[in-house]
């Protein structure tokens, strides 16, 4: 049998010899939600947090911007990779052991990278932090549906979901603060021991996995389940978008620090920092354009976060810096908007195939960040800021044609939606 992400699924085990699930309000589901509350922010705090630090970072190694971009692009693209593969290492290894390694093994190595003294070494080491880092986006649904009551699992998906965006903002801020008071070496450090802090609040808060049992993993079931995924062409679309916005927002995101640092605005590395406040609109429109999507319906408004997306891009062509900032936000509630009706799409589409297909949702998503992120770079070192809002804005026309021809998709029938080659069981 196969689970829905076309991976060999557990043995069946009898009833009388299977762990009673976690409840809401019980202890054990108490520590659970802390728990998964510290992963996210610790993953994405580590991730994210040297993209504040990009300007200080080409000016201590005297290179170009869209080299310095490598820093953030060589954790995502790994990242990426790693995502189709973690799973099924956790059907062999188990969840909550992969999940603490991953957050520890990332913590170290970004303390190794606050003190190493080469630009190849850092880079080295980023790139390991972000494959390391995949054992936790691509283990932890599967690690809460497991442990947790099917009625109780969504409070705690909520706080892991809460944790990544605030570690998303919280990593990128507590960089930016440090380095202004110290330098970018304290600020990596800093990260690197909270991150080492809330990887062992999750290994002592989380529950053991009671209910996991290792199976075989069916490692030729990714390419045979992608076949079937990549015959949709809704997913090939919603794959596509991905890629595309995600390259609009890091983009913006990896190139504003040194626009802003720079004349005519000459703001501090502290006020740069604070820009990443407008992450909180991101989690705002989220919920907004996901509630309004379940109601209008996806298809047709679908449309409208890109437009914002790009109408915000375009604000922060302006001179005057409260349009750049605006402009900054509005890219934030646009891209947000965007990917939360995306992601859920790709779920809807996929049907029992629901894991893998939004394991490659995920990749196309990181792949956006680390290859058009560093695209952004050229734009900026050729052309400035003009080139870098040109570039996000011939994104965002494609992401826009994308969406019109998602409108022309026709739905899927229950029976129709993507699956795995092979027998499965439903998700």
Not at 10 to 31: D, F, I, K, S
């Amino acid at each position: 049998m196969h689970d829905d992400t076309g991976r060999d699924a557990p043995a069946p085990v009898p009833a009388e010899m299977m762990a009673e699930a976690l409840v809401a309000g019980t202890p054990g589901y108490r520590r659970l939600t802390w728990a998964m509350l510290f992963a996210g922010f610790s993953t994405f705090s580590t991730l994210y947090a040297v993209q504040p630090l990009l300007p200080l970072l080409a000016a201590h190694y005297r290179i170009s911007a869209e080299a310095s971009s490598l820093a953030v692009s060589l954790a995502t693209g790994p990242l990426a990779l790693g995502i189709l593969v973690a799973g099924a290492v956790s059907d062999r290894l188990g969840r909550r052991s992969l999940m603490v390694a991953a957050m520890m093994i990332a913590a170290a190595l970004t303390l190794v990278a606050a003190i190493v003294p080469g630009w190849h070494a850092l880079l080295a080491l980023r790139f390991l932090a972000g494959l390391a880092l995949a054992g936790v986006p691509a283990v932890a649904m599967a690690y809460v549906a497991e442990e947790v009551d099917a009625r109780s699992i969504g409070a705690a998906m909520g706080l892991y979901i809460a944790g990544s965006g605030m570690g998303g903002m919280g990593g990128r801020l507590v960089a930016s603060m440090v380095a202004a008071l110290a330098d970018w070496r304290w600020a990596l450090a800093a990260v690197g021991v909270s991150g080492l802090v809330m990887a062992e609040a999750f290994r002592r808060l989380a529950p053991p996995s009671r209910r996991f049992v290792a199976s075989e993993a069916d490692w030729l079931a990714l390419p045979r389940g992608a076949a079937a995924l990549f015959r949709d062409p809704g997913l090939r679309l919603l794959y596509a978008e991905g890629f595309l916005l995600m390259g609009i927002f890091v983009t913006i995101y990896n190139y504003a620090g040194f626009h802003l640092l720079g004349p005519p605005y000459g703001l501090s590395q502290a006020m740069v920092g604070a820009v990443f406040l407008l992450y909180i609109l991101g989690s705002i429109s989220s919920s907004l354009f996901g509630k309004l999507a379940g109601k209008v319906g996806r298809r047709r408004i679908f449309w409208m976060p890109v437009a914002l997306t790009m109408t915000g891009a375009a604000l922060t062509a302006a001179r005057p810096l409260w349009p750049v900032v605006l402009g900054i936000a509005v890219v934030t509630i646009g891209f947000f908007g965007a990917h939360s009706i995306a992601s859920a799409w790709v779920g809807r589409r996929g049907g029992v195939a629901r894991g893998q297909a939004a394991a490659w949702y995920l990749f196309f998503y990181y792949m956006g960040s680390s290859v058009l992120g560093s695209a952004g770079g050229i734009a900026w070192t050729r052309a400035g800021w003009p080139g870098v809002v040109a570039f996000c804005l011939m994104l965002g026309a494609l992401a826009l044609a994308g969406g019109i021809l998602l409108f022309r998709v026709r739905p899927l029938a229950e029976t129709e939606q993507a699956r795995p080659t092979g027998p499965v069981t439903p998700g």
